[in-house]
């Protein structure tokens, strides 16, 4: 089974098992991994944002023009910004690494 690692806000890191299949987003939340998602994959708010480790960031699907649009709206935006509902599991991605953004703006702080 591939893994992931999130890097929580605090900087702990979390390795768990990443089915193929799953969005980051539904591995997050199988694992109690604090990520929203609040429209629940279907591209319409940007809760379920996600920071990819550069090293990770070119091995990942274009995000669609729909994507770049939501991520435009997301805290904390950083070059290699994705949404987590996007970011579907592959072997190739197996060790993928994501880093929590320090906010959302629906997390009320
Ligand atoms: S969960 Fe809303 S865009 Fe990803």
């Not at 991520?71 to 690494?97: K, N, P, V, Y």
Request: charged share 25%; net charge negative.
């Amino acid at each position: 089974m591939p893994k992931m690692v999130f890097i929580e806000r605090d900087g702990t890191r979390k390795e768990v098992d990443a089915p193929l299949g799953l969005s980051v987003l539904e591995i997050a939340h199988r694992h109690g991994v604090d990520i929203e998602g609040a429209c629940e994959g279907s591209l319409a708010c940007s809760t379920c944002h996600v920071i990819v480790d550069p090293s990770w960031y070119g091995k990942l699907a274009k995000a669609t023009e729909d994507e770049e649009d939501m991520l435009d709206l997301a805290f904390d935006l950083q070059e290699t910004s994705r949404l987590g509902c996007q970011l579907i599991m592959t072997e190739a991605l197996d060790g993928l690494t994501v880093k929590l953004p320090a906010g959302s703006r629906n997390a009320g702080g």
